[in-house]
């Protein structure tokens, strides 16, 4: 029973994660300004990598967690060089 409500839970998450990076896709390119775009690239990776993180639930592997977090490390550092980019100007002092 418990593996049979993991599973649907599971599909359930990846679902509404789908439609979030929809949500996210779609402020990147409507966005007005700039800090919107950013946050929807944030948005947009932080919701791939909880969908690799789903997938990896979802068949067992471990590879999907190592993934998810090489994902996340580069994912952080991108948005915080877009910020610096648009609050100075530059991204190397």
Do not use: H, W
Request: aromatic share 10%; net charge positive.
């Amino acid at each position: 029973m418990s593996l049979l409500v993991l599973k649907y839970s599971v599909i359930m998450a990846q679902i509404i994660l789908v439609m979030a990076m929809g949500c996210a896709i779609f402020r990147i390119f409507r966005g007005p300004r700039a800090q919107d775009r950013v946050l929807g690239f944030d948005t947009l990776y932080v919701n791939a990598m909880l969908l690799l993180l789903t997938y990896g639930i979802r068949s067992g592997s471990t590879l999907y967690f190592e993934a998810a977090i090489a994902m996340s490390l580069l994912g952080f550092v991108g948005t915080v060089a877009l910020a610096k980019f648009l609050l100075r100007g530059e991204v190397i002092e």
